[in-house]
């Protein structure tokens, strides 16, 4: 499976905020985008799940995904655990995992699904009854990214996964993100200002700036950048 975009726009009425992204995600990768804030990251992910309007080429598996609308998107496959994580504060934890599986018309597989998301998550299994709401949150992370592999997606987007986590979880949480690409092979493109962390666990990274893709290559390549150590790494 591959994702193919190519001379993406999208934006919000009449602002425009991608002007042609295009970018090739290879099958079972970890792509990572990384970019200042206001780069058009976010709505790039939104634009692969068909949450805002888009002009241009998406192609998933062949199929053209590009102006679909969002539950459309979510039957073949796609996946969005958006900033902020989109959980049912109110609802339980049981709940929120099941509603991730409503696209799913093989119902008797969903208990099956469950069952492999608290492997991946075990502190899950602890808190089915809780409202997600009551949970740390490092558990609603887990929680929101839990929820989206009910779908049984093809393709996982992660917006900011690391937002307002302590390190030490994160890396438990990117810890899981690998394993779940390895051992499903789910093509992940996540969005992270934890540039690190994303290198870390992508094979190919792109840089957006101003709603452009300014540089692309292999995660070694662009951690390997000048410019990007400075801007996003740190050191240099
Ligand atoms: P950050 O790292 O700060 O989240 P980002 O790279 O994810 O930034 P976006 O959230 O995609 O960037 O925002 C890109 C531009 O689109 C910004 O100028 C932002 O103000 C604008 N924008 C985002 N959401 C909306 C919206 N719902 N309506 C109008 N403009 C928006």
Redesign the pocket.
């Known amino acids: 499976m591959t994702l193919i975009v190519e001379d993406l726009v999208a934006g ?2 009449d ?1 425009r ?1 991608l002007h042609g992204v295009r970018l090739t995600v290879g099958d079972g990768e970890i792509c990572a985008i990384l ?1 200042p ?8 992910l939104r634009a692969l799940s068909g949450m805002v309007k888009v002009r241009g080429r998406i192609a998933l598996d062949g199929a053209e995904l590009a102006g679909r609308p969002p539950d459309a998107l979510a039957r073949q496959g796609v996946a969005h655990v958006p ?1 902020g994580r989109g959980t049912f504060m109110p609802l339980t934890v049981e709940e929120n995992l099941r509603l991730g599986a409503y696209v799913r018309r093989d119902r008797a597989s969903v208990e099956e699904d469950l069952e492999r998301v608290h492997t991946y998550f075990p502190v899950l299994r602890t808190r089915l009854k809780q409202a997600a709401g009551s949970l740390s949150g490092g558990e609603q992370q887990m929680l929101a990214i839990g929820r989206a592999l009910m779908l049984r997606p093809r393709l996982l987007l992660l917006d ?1 996964p690391s937002l307002g986590l302590a390190p030490l979880v994160t890396r438990e949480l990117f810890r899981i993100v690998q394993a779940v690409n390895a051992e499903e092979r789910t093509t992940v493109v996540v ?1 992270e ?1 934890n540039a690190h962390l994303a290198l870390g666990i992508a094979q190919q990274a792109h840089v ?1 700036e101003t709603g452009r893709i300014v540089l692309s290559g292999t995660a070694e390549r662009i951690r390997a950048d000048e410019q990007v150590a400075q801007s996003y790494l740190g050191y240099r």
């Open positions: 919000y009425g602002a905020v970019g804030n206001g780069a058009g990251k976010t709505t790039l900033e900011e969005v200002q957006l």
